[in-house]
């Protein structure tokens, strides 16, 4: 089991930067495939991205792709979040989550509490 925690939130304005960061607990950090997900207001919870366990392939949702990049540094039990050209429509609860078996873009087996980004206009 893995228990992870969300960092790096906050305000910012259209066109800014921001990195999130999910610190897991555990020893098998690196046998997991990694993803971030995000859930607007009204909105249903959607992919953002993935890296997978060991060789690091990622995916990206296509309404971040070129912008978000995902990353991991499994020495240090992180997955990271780089958000570039930030649009009011990427405000969200950003989630990051865990699956010990699969790469892919739903169905994760565990899940942080989550980190709010807001973008403002």
């Known amino acids: 089991q893995v228990q992870l925690v969300e960092s790096g939130g906050g305000l910012v304005q259209a066109g800014d930067s921001l990195r999130l960061s999910c610190t897991a607990s555990g020893r098998s950090f690196s046998s997991y495939n990694m993803g971030w997900f995000r859930q607007a207001p009204g909105k249903e919870r959607e992919f953002v991205a993935a890296?997978?366990?060991?060789?690091?392939?990622?995916d990206y949702a296509d309404s971040v792709k070129d912008r978000f990049t995902i990353s991991r540094d499994d020495a240090k039990n992180t997955v990271y979040l780089q958000m570039n050209s930030l649009k009011p429509e990427d405000t969200a609860v950003y989630y990051c989550?865990?699956?010990?078996?699969?790469?892919?873009?739903?169905?994760?087996?565990?899940w942080g509490q989550g980190t709010q980004v807001t973008v403002s206009s």
């Open positions: 989550a865990a699956d010990r078996w699969y790469f892919k873009r739903n169905d994760y087996d565990y």
């Open positions: 890296i997978s366990r060991s060789n690091s392939i990622t």
